[in-house]
């Protein structure tokens, strides 16, 4: 596999079923009160902005207007496991408890206690799905995967507003020996195949928590969407969405290693998958008819979830020649974590069909490879990606 160090994380290993049961004893009655039918996603999906996958809408890139850095939280592309739950944030507590505090019973907060005792923040942080660019496995690679037949629009750069988390784990009593932190949602629980999983959880260790995890109410100024997690949101920069939980109940902090469905039987590949590789896309539609001219200018962006990116290379015919793209400087502070913009100008095209191709470079080295490494999943589809134009 490329790039193996960066994907190949730590395997969580311990089962947790008494912890998951008391995990689920305390966010079923609400889960039951929050879910009251209606359909899997709750926000407008206009077809000129959103591609519909049924639980999940992608974004399409040729609705991004070039002069918006942040993604607007309307345009944002949502995923679900199974359909967004209605929650009522007066009844709202998260209850953060284990063996990894120093009193296992824990603590439960409202939203208010969060926004009132703890320092507010925001981190600027491009938040993206692990499955982003899956269909070009089959259509590019020939590769059958399973899962949602995402283009690239399963991403977007966004600031969130909330605390941190490890304010908050220390104020709650959190010991040194801790080593692992189990999020879980309040969505209805995700049957396949008859069986019933509970609603969607996953562990990250400790350390993370510490350096940059967020427990967020807000994006770019605004109440959280109930799609994107309304009231509280866990989110992990840079790593993979699925991690990010939304609808977030509960906190489980233990002293061993936590495991769910969601870090071993998905989201894994020789390893609980964790941090987004590099990728890049134009802000263009597939097959896109662009008028013959001196000069065409062309945008995009790219991303990595470690690093800033460094360098982006484009090519107009297909990979034969490549020129350096001009990569502008993020409008805001994000630590290196939200996308990077770019404009290439394309001179004296010739009529005809011609593919477009970016490739992107991080700050850590991280480039885009060629062709990405395969797993039956279709996760982390980080290859350069064909574009089909036509000059008119």
Known sequence: MTDTRLRRRSLLGLPVAAAAGSVLSQVAPLAARAVAGGPAILKPLPPE????????????????????????QSRLFVRNHTRTPIIDEADYRLRIFGDGLSDPAGVTLAVADLRRRFTNVEVTATHECTGN??????????????????????????TWQGVRLGDVLRSAGLRSDAVSVLSTGLDPSYVDKGVDYGPVRRPFPVAKALDDAVLAWGVNGERLLPDHGFPLRLVLPGWVGIASTKWLGSLEVSRSELTSPWNT????????????????????????????????????????????????????????????????????????????????????????????????????????????AFNPSGYFFDAVVRHPVTVV
Do not use: C
Not at 52 to 62: K, L, Q, S, V
Not at 137 to 150: D, H, I, Y
Not at 303 to 308: K, L, R, V
């Open 49 to 72: 902005w959103f591609i519909d996958h049924g639980t999940n809408a992608e974004m399409r890139w040729d609705s991004v207007d070039p002069k918006d850095y942040r993604t607007p």
């Open 133 to 158: 660019g899956r269909s070009f496995f089959t259509t590019q690679q020939g590769q059958s995967v399973s899962g949602t037949a995402w283009t690239l629009g399963a991403v977007g750069t966004v």
């Open 265 to 372: 039987k998905w989201y894994n590949v020789d390893g609980a998958l964790t941090v987004n590789p590099v990728r890049s896309a134009w802000e263009l539609p597939r097959d896109a008819r662009l008028p013959a001219a001196r000069k065409i200018v062309l945008t995009g962006r790219s991303w990595s979830g470690t690093a800033p990116i460094a360098r982006v290379d484009v090519s107009t015919d297909g990979g034969e020649t490549w020129s350096a793209a001009r990569v502008h400087p993020a409008p805001q502070p994000s630590r290196g974590r939200g996308w990077s913009q770019w404009t290439y100008v394309w001179r004296d095209a010739a009529p005809g069909p011609h593919t477009l191709l970016a490739r992107a470079t991080d700050g850590l080295g991280r480039t885009q490879p060629d062709v990405a």
